[in-house]
């Protein structure tokens, strides 16, 4: 069984769960395009699965629209499915140590976050609009951001990389009442503890200790894992305008 939706988009594509979820649609049957910051690594990722690799900057909102019309070319039409896995981790307290404030830092985070995942949506939509439906409900396609439980269970440090998934996770509903009159779905998926380039830099007793805290299963999630539910949201058309943790149960501590 294929995805109903035959062209994706997938942003942070050429690593950790946008890569997983480029390559699980591509084996799904869609023909994907990876877009990430660096070309080198979307092509790689795109030459793998059949598609095509573009680069942008997500928080530039002229260098999103090029990047949308380079993919529309190249799958032969707008996507109908977009997943946007593109984002940066920030550790900075609002009280340093150091007395230093880091203004820049969240503004950063902010920007490449949840500016980034809103020009993403809106250029996705924009194109969504003008596509056939597909079926009698009126669909047209489906947007699936990427949030955090540090939505919920933000630590000491995280600040800004909270706020930024909180928003990213307070814009979903709006955006789906909103986008319904054109038949375009709006979910998040917040991912708890995973295997990314982030943890896989940490020593390993480290990570023992993090899985530690993961009720069931005690390990850190898989790319893959994120990837079966982008999957099951694309196929459940009755999943819209929430936001779904995938976390094994863990609750994060303060620190």
Known sequence: MTVPFQTALVTGGASGLGRATARHLAQLGARVAVLDL???????VADEIGGVGISA??????AVAAAFDTACDALGSAPRIVVNCAGIGTAARILPRDGVLPFAAFEQTLRINLLGTYIVMSHAAQRMSTLETLDGD???GVIINTASVAWQDGQIGQAAY?????????????????????????????????????TDS???????????NIPFPSRLGHAGEYALLVEHIVRNPFLNGTVIRLDGGVRLQPR
Do not use: C, H, W, Y
């Open 138 to 140: 009126g669909t047209r």
């Open 202 to 212: 940490l020593p390993e007793d480290v990570r023992a200790s993090i899985a530690a």
């Open 162 to 198: 909270a706020a930024s998934k909180g928003g990213i996770a307070s814009l979903t509903l709006p955006a789906a009442r909103e986008l319904a009159r054109v038949g375009v779905r709006v979910m998040a998926i917040a991912p708890g503890l995973f295997e990314t380039a982030m």
């Open 38 to 44: 660096s070309q080198e690594r979307a092509s790689a």
């Open 57 to 62: 900057d997500v928080s530039d909102a002229k």
